[in-house]
């Protein structure tokens, strides 16, 4: 497990004095699990008792009456969840993408491109920016055209687009821009997205096949996700 250092986007919550035990601990759970999925150990007992909740101690005790909870599932419906409140959840989105990107990849981190907040990968020399944005039908707007145009400039090896759905026409206007700049745009909806992250975890493919699925140049489908499992020919 993987320990992605303080939760510091978690406001500490106060319980408030009628909230039962039980329920302050599954809040607790649910709090880190948007988060840090991936916890364990001492460090999810850290985690839960910074989220104000439950102390340590508390934590401790009680964890084992919860080992039904799948942090795994409920940051993935957590994350479909925003997928469709526009601006005002576009940190938590992603924040959201990029712990799956860090779990396909092995390193994500918060970045910029052009006017965009974005995420950025790197395995070897391979460099990727991914720009996701909590909406449905989306299309390209001013600041998304200006973060392409500042792609098409830095000329990354990966520029793939996340959203929770796009609209019928995305991938022609962004196949259009970039037409012979040699900057492979992926778009990917969130479902497929999480659809990769759990078939990597699962059968552990190759970077390098993960990488390639990315860097596709086009809308990704469900044969993707099969493909990156072996599960299609």
């Given at each position: 497990m993987i320990w992605f250092g303080k939760l510091s986007l978690l406001p500490p919550a106060a319980a408030p004095s009628g909230t039962p035990l039980r329920e302050r601990m599954q809040l607790a759970l649910e709090s880190v699990a948007r988060r840090?999925?991936?916890l364990s150990g001492r460090a999810l007992l850290r985690a839960l008792g910074e989220t104000g909740w439950v102390d340590e101690t508390t934590a401790a005790?009680?964890?084992?009456?919860f080992r039904a909870f799948d942090p795994d599932r409920y940051f993935a419906e957590y994350l479909r969840g925003i997928?469709?409140?526009g601006p005002a959840y576009a940190e938590e989105f992603?924040?959201?993408v990029e712990l799956v990107v860090r779990d396909l990849v092995g390193s994500?981190?918060?970045?910029?491109?052009g006017p965009e907040p974005a995420v950025r990968f790197r395995h070897g020399e391979h460099e990727g920016v991914v720009l996701a944005y909590p909406e449905v039908t989306f299309r390209l707007a001013a600041r998304t055209l200006e973060a392409v145009q500042a792609a098409i400039e830095e000329m990354p090896d990966t520029l793939l687009l996340v959203a929770r759905?796009?609209?019928?026409?995305?991938a022609a206007q962004l196949g259009g821009l970039l037409a012979r700049t040699g900057v492979p745009a992926t778009l990917v909806t969130l479902n497929l997205l999480l659809g990769l992250r759990a078939t990597a975890l699962r059968y552990q493919?190759?970077?390098?096949?993960?990488?390639?699925?990315?860097?596709a140049g086009r809308a990704l489908h469900t044969t993707d996700v099969a493909r990156l499992g072996d599960r299609v020919a």
């Open positions: 840090a999925p991936h005790r009680l964890l084992p009456e997928s469709f409140r992603r924040h959201g994500a981190e918060p970045g910029a491109l759905n796009f609209d019928s026409t995305t493919p190759p970077t390098n096949r993960v990488l390639r699925t990315l860097s």
